[in-house]
């Protein structure tokens, strides 16, 4: 009987621990195999977030080529009002009163990278009455080799100080008399090309060559008849910075112009133009310009006439957005032929002016 017992003893304790053992490696198998399904979840999950965040920079990338494709539009609205309290100007553009002069609207984009296209209308007020006109439309193409830039296109020639500059963005509001008498109330715009270099010296110094159709001179609505030469202008910048925030630009500036279809018939405009400025920051700021124009009219009927002018004036910013300044004009005429009076006569114009600008932004 013992014999007996003690062996079912001994089989019951092996058939213990063999369960025993069993049910640890089926414990071990289970915990094993739910780590490994715990890895596989989380390898899962990380591809998924890869994925996801691969696909927000592609939507990035994809956001900002989308944006560079698009061109950049700007508006500008010129309002001017005029009081003329002597009632002698007959020429004056306002007409004793408050109206939007003119309004430009354009786009501006990349074409590649090489090329930049800019296209400029402007609606104007002319006796009264709107029109809606081309006003630039041009390509540069500013990264060709040996330093040179390239224009192409309809717009305002390089020459002086003040032509490039919209009448919007001039810190007066009306024309320097000069620049009425020479160059028309806004400026001289035409179609044809410039090209530039930008000369290899330890300052800053461009020659720019430009040749132009020559058609017509200012502000017009039409194109004018063929001439025997084209327009031609010539201008040598400098720009030297002075010291601290002080810098100065100054500039010569050469065109010929044929005025009609008589080869004879020419114009010869001899410029030069000083630009000082001063720049402390957003509170505080000074420029000074001075822009000097000579011109020689050749006519094949009529002896030389000459014509000089010039303008300076100087601005300065009290405060963050409000300025104050001041221009003094001068204009003669030399030997200039009238009709009327079968005559040549000589003219002089002065004027002086005075303001206050308030920036809002």
């Excluded at 020429?91 to 296209?117: C, M, Q, V, W």
């Excluded at 400029?120 to 390509?139: S, T």
């Excluded at 300065?316 to 009709?339: K, M």
Aim: net charge negative.
């Amino acid at each position: 009987m013992r014999i007996v017992f003690t062996l079912c003893i001994i089989m019951l304790s092996v058939i213990f621990q063999i369960t025993f053992v069993s049910a640890q490696e089926n414990k071990s198998q289970n915990t094993d195999d739910q780590d490994i399904e715990k890895n596989i979840d989380k390898l899962l999950k990380d591809s998924e977030k890869k994925e996801d965040a691969g696909k927000t920079k592609k939507i990035t990338l994809n956001h900002i080529i989308d944006r560079i494709s698009i061109p950049n539009i700007f508006v500008a609205a010129d309002f001017v009002g005029e009081r003329d309290i002597n009632n002698g100007r007959e020429d004056a553009i306002t007409k004793n009163g408050f109206f939007a002069r003119e309004i430009e609207f354009g786009f501006s984009t990349a074409i590649d990278h090489l090329a930049l296209g800019n296209v400029l209308f402007a609606v104007h007020n002319e006796a009264g009455q709107y029109f809606v006109e081309l006003h630039e439309a041009y390509f540069e193409f500013n990264k060709l080799p040996l330093n040179l830039y390239l224009k192409l296109g309809r717009f305002f020639l390089d020459a002086g100080r003040l032509n490039t500059i919209h009448r919007h963005d001039w810190d007066f509001t009306n024309a320097p008399l000069v620049h009425e008498k020479l160059f028309d109330l806004e400026g001289v715009y035409d179609q044809g090309g410039e090209l530039s270099l930008l000369i290899p010296l330890p300052f800053y110094q461009e020659l720019k060559i430009g040749v132009f159709n020559g058609r017509t001179w200012g502000h017009t609505h039409g194109d004018g008849p063929v001439k025997p030469y084209p327009l031609v202008t010539g201008r040598l910048k400098n720009f030297f910075p002075i010291y601290g925030k002080w810098g100065t630009q100054f500039g010569f500036t050469y065109i010929r112009y044929s005025v009609d279809e008589e080869k004879a018939n020419i114009d010869n405009s001899f410029g030069a133009d000083l630009t000082v400025k001063w720049k402390k920051g957003r509170y505080g700021s000074f420029i000074f310009t001075y822009e000097i124009w000579y011109r020689t009219e050749e006519r094949e009927d009529t002896a030389l006439a000459k014509k000089f002018g010039w303008y300076g004036y100087m601005m300065y910013q009290v405060f963050q957005q409000w300025y104050v300044g001041a221009r003094i004009d001068y204009f003669a005429e030399v030997g200039v032929y009238v009709e009327a009076l079968d005559k040549k006569i000589n003219r002089t114009n002065k004027g002086q002016s005075m303001w206050i600008t308030y920036r809002p932004s």
